[in-house]
């Protein structure tokens, strides 16, 4: 891009950062691009209003219509339609962090501090790789391959460690149980929190990382004392980009799970709580009448969740800046 | 290569430009499915069950092969969609997995018919419902009625219950779990299956007939008829139900009725159309059937899907074509393409007959 500046004879004098000159003559270019870049700005908030808009107005027949019609009509009530949906996808999503993060920030530290440079990069491919692998593909993969072979474990779990509440109940004897269907979406989040995570451990303080290592640290005491200290805010952060996945995820979990309007604990038998995004892509190609709008609702439901979580994380990631490593 | 100051952001519309139009051209280019009503003489739109799309697609392009210039759009919404944009008058005809219910129907309610027409349910696609298993070491299954809805209800959990015993002489049944596997998405096999099950078995199975599986019994879900048959076929010890001509590798089981055991053959399904009386009150053509699953020699779990029609079209172009072509669906030839491409169970020549026969009377 330096031909860009070579090409238009001019010699403008060197604009300090503090008092930028304002009389430089305004090149097309510059305008262009802050026309473009604005633009881009302003279609982003745009877009995201006509979504909110279109919810609020197709989900509002479904919320204003009377308890006792709807369930006439047999669609039921609407809070008590849409809570075990919304369970299953908090829950579901939960397991899925719980089992994709400490996989995710190990492979990230392995990357940044442990592995080999060569085989450190091809990994970092391996892991984008992955996140460009389509969800209906996971979903396949799951109830086709991963569910049928996990089945015989979930059966041990369930007569071994049964009195535990998580594993209690009648095994499902498909496998396409929620904790499957959470392994497909850890599986899926995995390259999300692994990337992020990667590229800010990457970003630790040479010094301070040489600093611990003087100081007689070993390896892991100096990821204990620098890395992840310095990482944490970026950690939480795309942890939460993971959880947004997660919690939207359609296709596979609607190939994957057994999803039934339930609320339970119970992860390993045929009756699961469904998941809001899979229930909305299950039954809207037949819905028609007020069933389309009651789905709808669904959606602005789900869209009010990841507001929240996303909010939840802002604020976390702005806590924990103040006392990370790197001030 | 240089770029001059100008070229870069040129060059940026340009690609912009480009994209844009490039989704603009997709969108017109993108043929109406259904909602195109009443614009040409020659085109015909109808909108409704996805059960009978294969056997809507043979029947379109049979029927455009023959006669040049016609276009017949089907979009396959599901049956309540179809039935709505019936009702509007957004498309000629409709496919539905069940008729009009009486309130439904009634003079000047239908967009496209006169002021004074009704609506007509013409019977045109017969499709038996197999019930399918995986069990080791199973080859073949007998099960009567109050048997198979307990197993689908959940009060019978085994295959070594003593109920499914006692109808398979001989059959070495494991000490194993039921795993059964209904649809999770709303569906006119689930409103047959269910139908046939109160029907055959209410002392067992005391939920009315619906789309959605009812959620009171429990039991493994799976999303649309491939994912059934896939649940079934990948699992251990499963049992499920899905249309027969998507599951020809699995074991089907026989059903008791009176006292035969019948297979999901055509035949065997077509008979209960034929067996079944037409609801009373509703007007001479209208073949709106009460399906009586209970009758000998008929195979029970069927799904018969309706096209619904005008007795009287506003515009006469309209009558002509939906007559030729629902006409043509009906026939022996019609039906037996569907036969082939679909795997349905072709109209007795009976009910073909009576079928031709309410197909004349549209005006």
């Known amino acids: ?327 | 290569m240089k770029i001059s100051s100008i070229g870069a952001p040129v060059a940026l519309f340009a690609a912009a430009a480009l994209t844009l139009s490039a989704c603009a051209a997709n969108e017109t280019a993108n043929p109406g499915t259904g909602a195109s009503g009443t614009a040409a003489a020659s085109t015909l739109a109808g909108k409704g069950a996805s059960s009978m799309s294969a056997a809507q697609q043979k029947w379109i392009a049979d029927y455009q092969a023959a006669h040049s210039g016609v276009t017949i759009n089907y979009s396959p919404d599901g049956s309540g969609a179809g039935r709505e944009a019936f009702i509007s008058g957004a498309v000629q005809y409709a496919g539905s997995d069940r008729p009009f219910k009486d309130e439904e129907l009634g003079k000047d309610k239908f967009g496209e018919c006169t002021a004074e027409s009704n609506a007509l349910n013409l019977p045109i696609y017969v499709s038996p419902i197999a019930v399918i298993f995986n069990v080791d070491g199973v080859e073949e299954l007998k099960l009567d009625p109050d048997t198979l809805a307990g197993i689908f209800a959940g009060t019978i959990t085994k295959w070594n219950d003593p109920k499914i015993a006692a109808t398979n002489d001989g059959v070495t049944l494991p000490d194993a779990s039921i795993t059964a596997v209904h649809r999770s998405d709303d569906s006119g096999t689930t409103n047959n299956f269910t139908d046939y099950l109160n029907q055959a078995a209410p002392k067992v199975w005391t939920e009315a007939a619906s789309d959605t599986f009812p959620t009171a019994f429990g039991g493994e879900a799976a999303k649309g008829t491939s994912a059934v048959v896939d649940a079934v076929t990948t699992g251990k010890n499963t049992i499920g139900y899905a249309d027969a001509s998507a599951a020809k590798d699995l074991g089907h089981a026989q059903l008791k009725v009176g006292e035969q055991w019948l297979s999901p053959t055509a035949e065997a399904a077509a008979k209960i159309v034929d067996d079944s009386e037409v609801l009373p009150g509703r007007a001479e053509h209208d073949l709106a059937l009460k399906l009586n699953r209970v009758s000998k020699d008929a195979y029970p779990a069927v799904l018969v899907s309706y096209a619904l029609v005008c007795e009287i079209y506003k515009d006469a172009n309209d009558a002509a074509l939906v007559k030729g072509f629902i006409g043509y669906a009906a026939s022996a030839e019609g039906q037996k393409a569907a036969a082939e491409a679909a795997g349905s169970a072709p109209l007795s020549s009976t009910m073909s007959a009576k079928v031709a026969a309410a197909i004349d009377s549209i005006k």
């Open chain 1, 1 to 327: 891009m330096t031909s860009v500046t070579q090409s238009t004879r001019e010699v403008t004098p060197t604009p300090t950062p503090e008092h930028p000159v304002n009389k430089a003559r305004e090149r097309i270019g510059d305008r262009v691009f802050s026309g473009l870049a604005t633009g881009s700005g302003v279609t982003i908030l745009l877009i995201l209003a006509m979504v909110a808009g279109f919810l609020l107005v197709q989900a509002f027949p479904a919320l204003a219509t009377s308890p006792a019609e709807l369930e006439a009509k047999g669609y039921g009530q609407f809070w008590s339609w849409i809570l075990p949906f919304a369970w299953g996808t908090v829950y579901a999503s939960f397991w899925a962090l719980l089992m994709a993060v400490p996989v995710a920030i190990g492979i990230a530290l392995f990357i940044s501090h442990y592995a080999p440079r060569r085989l450190a990069s091809s990994l970092g491919y391996v892991i984008d790789l992955l996140a460009a692998v389509p969800s209906v593909v996971f979903g396949l993969w799951g109830s086709m391959v991963l569910a049928p072979a996990v089945q015989p474990l979930y059966l041990w779990l369930n007569t071994y460690l049964g009195w535990i509440p998580f594993f209690s109940g009648q095994p499902s004897g498909t496998g396409r149980t929620l904790l499957t269907a959470s392994i497909v979406l850890a599986v899926m989040i995995l390259p999300i929190i692994t990337s992020l995570s990667r590229e800010v451990f990457l970003q630790t303080p040479v010094l301070h990382q040489e600093a611990a290592l003087a100081l007689g640290a070993t390896r892991w005491e100096m990821i204990k004392m620098a890395v992840l200290p310095f990482g944490r805010a970026g950690i939480v952060s795309s942890v939460m980009l993971g959880l947004g996945r997660a919690l939207g995820e359609t296709m596979a979990v609607a190939m994957v799970l057994s999803g039934a309007p339930v609320i339970t604990l119970e992860i390993l038998t045929s009756q699961n709580p469904n998941t809001i995004a899979a229930v909305i892509a299950q039954n809207f190609p037949e819905a028609y009448g007020l069933k389309t709008n009651q789905l709808i609702a669904g959606g602005l439901t789900l869209f009010v969740i990841t507001l929240v979580v996303n909010s939840i994380a802002r604020l976390i990631v702005s806590r924990y800046k103040e006392f990370s490593g790197a001030n």
